[in-house]
């Protein structure tokens, strides 16, 4: 069963890794010819983009993680926009974006990585997020803690700040939201609604004022995740991801001693009063409000 975690997580950082030696390979390859040439393809509008890159990668993807795992399912972010749906069931699945920041990547920003999460009877349950441009590995498995591993060494529990330091409101927070791909103008009036309430100056600046520090947009919902989940970012707020875009994402988070919610209400001035609840399907599929929320407690041990 999925349950026993090890070998499964092994074989998939092993995947991660030959996903990200292709991923840098796209991007030496993408940097060096001429932008008629780059492959670069829209998909639903002129900024949701897609290149070779991706579907090479997700192709990578489907065949190393469905020779390992043939009983598994797969929901990968490139086939499923060639039509390739498979509902989600309780069964174990794979739910992968192969290049997880494609934007980054095509502007040789190195903000870029692989993420692979393993979902089974609908919660993610494992979780992987590979940058290869840094080398940094982000793992996690239910009830077995959350590791960043930096240059192939030695893997640190996350949070990495120790002890974890509690969110108790967004005064001085550092906050990652993102703009995503939908650009009508009523997404985009809620999008600047809430980045003003998250970042914006309830007590008109004055000296003593409880402000959050700033807002990040770092292009990738997945490292968005292992900022969180690292401590350096201490929330991310997000409209409309996708599954494959948070996925290894949110079980590393939660591994970490985070927080996520479908709720949007926490865009309230009391945060410390909401009640947060799990990731549900309807909040994985649905595309609805997630919010990622830093330290919440110490995490348990395992
Ligand atoms: C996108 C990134 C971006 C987020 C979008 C995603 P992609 O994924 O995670 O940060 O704002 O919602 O779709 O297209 O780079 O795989």
């Not at 092994?10 to 991660?16: C, K, L, N, R, Y």
């Not at 749906?85 to 992968?96: A, H, I, K, Q, S």
């Not at 494609?102 to 997020?129: A, D, L, Q, W």
Request: glycine residues 10%; charged residues 20%.
């Amino acid at each position: 069963t999925p349950t026993e975690y090890k070998p499964i997580l092994d074989f998939i950082v092993t995947v991660a890794r030959k996903a990200g030696a292709l991923i840098l390979e796209g991007s030496a390859a993408i940097q060096t010819v001429s932008s008629q040439e780059t492959g670069v393809n829209e998909k639903k509008n002129s900024v949701d983009l897609v290149t070779e890159y991706d579907v090479r990668v997700e192709e990578l993807l489907l065949k190393e993680l469905k020779n390992g795992y043939p009983n598994f399912k797969f929901i990968g972010e490139e086939s499923y926009s060639a039509g390739k749906r498979e509902p989600l069931t309780d069964d174990p699945t794979f739910c992968v974006d192969p290049i997880d920041g494609t934007t980054n990547f095509v502007h040789g920003i190195p903000f870029v990585c692989v993420s692979i999460g393993v979902i089974y009877e609908r919660r993610p349950i494992i979780g992987v997020i590979y940058n290869p441009f840094l080398d940094h590995l982000y793992t996690a498995a239910k009830s077995h803690g959350a590791y960043l591993t930096r240059n192939n060494g030695t893997p640190q529990r996350l949070p990495l700040a120790s002890p974890p330091k509690p969110l108790s409101s967004l005064h001085g927070a550092v906050i990652g939201v993102e703009w995503g791909s939908e650009r009508s103008s009523e997404s985009m009036a809620g999008k600047s609604s809430s980045f003003v309430k998250l970042a914006g100056d309830p007590e008109r600046g004055v000296p003593g004022g409880k402000m959050a520090h700033s807002l990040r947009s770092f292009g990738s919902g997945a490292l968005n995740c292992a900022m969180v989940a690292q401590g350096a970012l201490d929330m991310y707020w997000e409209i409309g991801c996708w599954p494959w875009d948070v996925s290894a994402g949110i079980i590393i988070v939660q591994e970490a001693g985070g927080i996520i919610t479908g709720s949007h209400k926490v865009l309230s001035d009391t945060i410390n009063a909401e009640q947060f609840g799990d990731v549900t399907e309807d909040i994985l599929f649905g595309r609805k409000y997630l919010l990622i929320r830093g330290i919440a407690d110490t995490p348990t041990e395992s």
